[in-house]
């Protein structure tokens, strides 16, 4: 079985802070996503990766930067909160092409306060 | 216009019921087309990939309509499990060597007794 992991369920950090969340896939995947649901709004695409320390920006890449140095890791960053950065985010990977599932982490639920 | 769109719903609907989902996406050249099912505050995972012939699985049959630029969602004998957000999936096509998914805001079906 595939295995994303999110290294926390849920995170409260205060505005101006530096937050990381860190993403784990066990697959071998090439590809890693990092997306962010809000209601209403749906999944929406920060980042992804499609190699080691290659990155492309999603439809909302501001505010936001990533970090992928190794294949089964993807980190977002985000280097100073704001509230409107409180979400869950969803970190996905899959196999390189174009008709791949995406599998999913469980997900960070961030407060920004 | 969204690039995905759906009707939020929610479409509560007796047990036993056949219930229909249908999902517009805006980008004709669109490669792949999915329907991802998420439950409440869960991670969203594939539920079938959409063929150009149609397909079914079980009680699910999805259909793709390239010429109006749809794809339906059919559920027969409706479950109480079957109780979740149905969200539309379309893969625009290849960026920078990924394989970018665009998400609909999802449909909520609730399966009554």
């Known amino acids: 079985d595939v295995k994303v992991t999110q290294s926390s369920r849920y995170l409260v950090k205060r505005t101006g802070e530096k937050v990381f969340l860190e993403c784990v896939q066990d697959?071998?995947?090439?590809?890693m996503f990092w997306y962010r649901q809000d209601p209403g709004l749906g999944l929406r695409l920060i980042y992804f990766?499609?190699?080691?320390?290659?990155?492309e920006k999603g439809d909302i890449p501001e505010g936001y930067s990533v970090s992928r140095e190794k294949k089964e890791r993807f980190s977002l960053i985000l280097e100073s909160a704001s509230t409107n950065q409180t979400s869950m985010y969803l970190c996905?990977?899959?196999?390189?092409?174009?008709?791949?599932?995406?599998?999913f982490g469980p997900g960070t639920r961030l407060t920004v306060t | 216009r969204k690039e995905v769109e759906q009707d939020p719903g929610p479409f509560n609907v007796p047990e036993g019921a056949t219930v229909a989902f249908n999902c517009t996406y805006s980008?004709?050249?669109?490669?792949?087309f999915f329907w991802y099912r998420q439950d409440c505050r869960k991670e969203p995972k594939l539920l079938m990939s959409?063929?150009?012939s149609g397909n079914e699985d079980g009680r699910f049959t999805a259909q793709l309509n390239r010429a109006s630029q749809y794809i339906s969602l059919l559920i027969r004998d409706s479950k109480l499990s079957d109780s979740a957000t149905y969200l539309c999936?379309?893969?625009?096509?290849?960026?920078?060597?990924?394989?970018?998914?665009?998400f609909g805001t999802g449909t909520q079906l609730k399966v009554e007794l």
């Open positions: 999936v379309v893969n625009m096509g290849l960026t920078g060597g990924g394989n970018k998914l665009t």
């Open positions: 697959m071998d995947h090439e590809n």
């Open positions: 959409v063929y150009s």
């Open positions: 980008n004709s050249a669109s490669q792949s």
């Open positions: 996905a990977s899959s196999l390189a092409g174009g008709v791949y599932e995406q599998y």
């Open positions: 990766s499609y190699d080691v320390k290659m990155k």
